[in-house]
């Protein structure tokens, strides 16, 4: 990728004097990456040994080149005879991976390309455009940024991010034409992503039932209905007038990669996240002990359990913790939209997941306990979920 012309650096320089370097990434690290300023990791991107990806060291474990297959879930084949068969692979993909892939989804090829593109002109816009949207408020409609949080982090993570609130009324704080069309080609690809996220939610609380062991259903009169099928009902009325978000991510070349991460280990508070990659490959899932990376499937979807689904399916579905490593040739973007309940909205097990061989396990949470949390503890790995659990 061309590299942006210095113009608007100059205060750079002299912010590179200053002792503090969180200072010189003020803006963002990509400002600092295409000042031509970085020549090794600077120290304040450096993990401790234990936490380095290591990524000489991938295993090949049953794996292609340190890498394996998700399940890969054709969504066209959810309607029709198949329904069933794709339902158990659903139900497989969710208990064991915490992850698949979606393709045949149905999303144009324009929407997703758009998407992209428009992502790639946001971040090579002068840093004085991007850094308009600069923000410590977490809750900001939209925030650039760099990190994971660039006022909290220790250790600064090697990506920039500008993440977008997708409610309408955020909608008007978006970048417009700053680059060319941005809104547009968002909100059309937020629109699209959140009709998808409802069927696949669909169909993922649907193939809970593929996995029931034994909890008491109790039929009611009322239309027939038994009191699960209206829990299930309910979750899905409940994340369509949920809320949604996106994370633009841009993870720049890196000189070193082994030293740094791109995201450090993290599961997703949400139901479900769908995450959108470029043609480079970057993302890693824990599988069984081992960090294993996760192929690009060009135009298709990585779906992943939140926290919020893991508390529904009292377990049953993994939210897993995954992270992004970097590279020292290309550039990579991604965007992950994420889709949850209402804020206020308490999340239970669904009870026909619970019985006497497999208790409650979990609190019910809503996005306004996980808001409290991460006011005092960092929020990282899987801590917030630990939490939550009645039991380890
Ligand atoms: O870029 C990726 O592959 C991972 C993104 C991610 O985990 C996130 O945005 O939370």
Known sequence: MAKMTVMAIPALEKEKKDDDESVLYEKGLKAVWDANLIKAVPNRFIFPSPQRPKLHHATNNGKTNGHFKLPVI????????????VLRSLADACQNY???????????????????????????LPVTEREKYMSSDVSAP??????????KDGVFCWRDFLKLVCDPPALPHWPSNSPLDFRKCAVKYAENTKAL????AEAVVESLGAVQDGGDQEVVNDENMTFDEKDEEKIITQVKNGSQFMMLNYYPQCPNPDLTLGIPPHSDFDFLTLLLQDDVNGLQIHHRGDWVGVDVIPNAFVVNVGDLLEIFSNGKYKSVMHRAVVNSFKPRISVASF???????????????????NPRRYKGTNFL??????KTSDYKKKNFLESRKLFT
């Open 369 to 374: 306990t996980f808001l409290e949390y991460i």
């Open 197 to 200: 996220f409802l069927k696949v």
């Open 98 to 124: 915490g992850f698949f892939q979606l393709v045949n989804h149905g999303i144009a090829e324009d929407v997703i390309s758009n998407m992209r593109d428009a992502t790639r002109r946001f971040f090579d």
């Open 339 to 357: 889709h949850s309940t209402p804020v206020e909205t308490i999340v239970e097990p669904l009870p026909k997941l619970i019985s006497s061989s």
């Open 74 to 85: 054709h969504f066209d084949q959810l309607r029709g005879p198949n329904r069933p068969h």
């Open 142 to 151: 939209v925030r650039y940024g760099t990190s994971f949080n660039q006022t």
